[in-house]
Each structure stands twice: as C-alpha cells, then as structure tokens.
C-alpha cells in the first residue's frame, strides 16, 4: 500500500514526532534535498528572562544552516508554527515546515516535537 499526504495545496513530504532529553535542547534535521544541495535546520529551544514568545530566524549561509531560534516556547498547550515557514526552494519547489512543541512537566523536563515539511503542488 501507498499512502500520500496533502492539505490546502501542499504535499507532505515527511512528519514526524520527537522527543528531546531536556525542554531546552536543540533539534537537528540533516537534509539532503536532492543529489546537488543538502541543508541543516536546527530548532534551538531556550528560555529567557523576559519570559516573552518569540520564534527568530537565522540563515549561516555559507554552511547551509537553518537556525530557529524558539524563544519561552514553554506553554503547557505547546507553541509551534501557525502557518507554514518557508525555509527552501529545491529544483523550483517551494519547501516549507510547520511544527508544534510541547514541555513535558516543568522547564528541566522532556520536549515534545510534532514536525511536518511541506512543498508546494
């Protein structure tokens, strides 16, 4: 049997759940979009003082890397993407991920990690 997934004009590519070791931890995918171009993405998750939500985006360029940068994403019903991010175009297709995170217990526990990557039809 062979089984496609697609919602609102999108085709999932892979999804996935994770769990980390500690709620502020890092998740790395190592991806090797086709046989001319791999990237990394590494979802940094991390607390502050200031206590306020905040998702950043960094791109290292020259060594391919993707970081997002998860700010105070510590809420007991998870905090995530609400709408897909772009992160890559391959071979003209438009890449995008979407995911959820959630603590398991308080700030020094496991993190829950619900992933989806998406390309555009």
Known sequence: MEI?????????IESGVVLLDEANSELKFDIKANDNFEF??????FDTDSGELDLEKEVEAEKNIII????????????????????ATVSEKEIFLNFWSYT??????????????????
């Open 4 to 12: 496609s997934l697609s919602t609102k004009g999108y085709k999932v």
């Open 40 to 45: 990394k993405i590494n979802l940094k998750f």
């Open 68 to 87: 997002l940068k998860c700010k105070n994403f510590t809420s007991g019903l998870g905090t995530g993407t609400t709408k897909p991010l772009h992160i």
């Open 104 to 121: 398991l217990g308080d700030e020094k526990s496991a993190r829950k990690v619900e992933y989806t990557f998406l390309e555009e039809e």
